[in-house]
Nanobody, 115 residues
Framework: QVQLVESGGGLVQPGGSLRLSCAASGSIIYAMGWYRQAPGKRRELVAGLTRGGITNYADSVKGRFTISRDAAKNTLYLQMNSLKPEDTAIYYC???????????WGQGTQVTVSS
């Protein structure tokens, strides 16, 4: 398993932006993703990036969020724009053989969108 450490969460007003980062302990050779879980809700996949570089997004964030990675820095990113209160959740970085069945999870970072 790879060790993952997220950063970049915080409090932002509606319409604002945040960029989450996920530092991986080794080379980013896995499929990676960002999941989130809001209070009282199921954990959901927000954005994924396959080993081949194909991205996929939840319908609720398409056009607002962008997943990317910097292989040289072993870091995964999630750029979040036009944030909405419903984006409030703990965001988790993941890695695995596929985006939909991750083997490794970060500790999570809180994102709160509120005025």
């Amino acid at each position: 398993q790879v060790q993952l450490v997220e950063s970049g969460g915080g409090l932002v007003q509606p319409g604002g932006s945040l960029r989450l980062s996920c530092a991986a302990s080794g080379s980013i050779i896995y499929a990676m993703g960002w999941y989130r879980q809001a209070p009282g809700k199921r954990r959901e996949l927000v954005a994924g990036l396959t080993r081949g570089g194909i991205t996929n997004y939840a319908d609720s964030v398409k056009g607002r969020f962008t997943i990317s990675r910097d292989a040289a820095k072993n870091t995964l990113y999630l750029q979040m724009n036009s944030l909405k209160p419903e984006d409030t959740a703990i965001y988790y970085c993941t890695a695995g053989m596929t985006v939909f069945s991750p083997d490794s999870w970060g500790q999570g970072t809180q994102v709160t969108v509120s005025s």
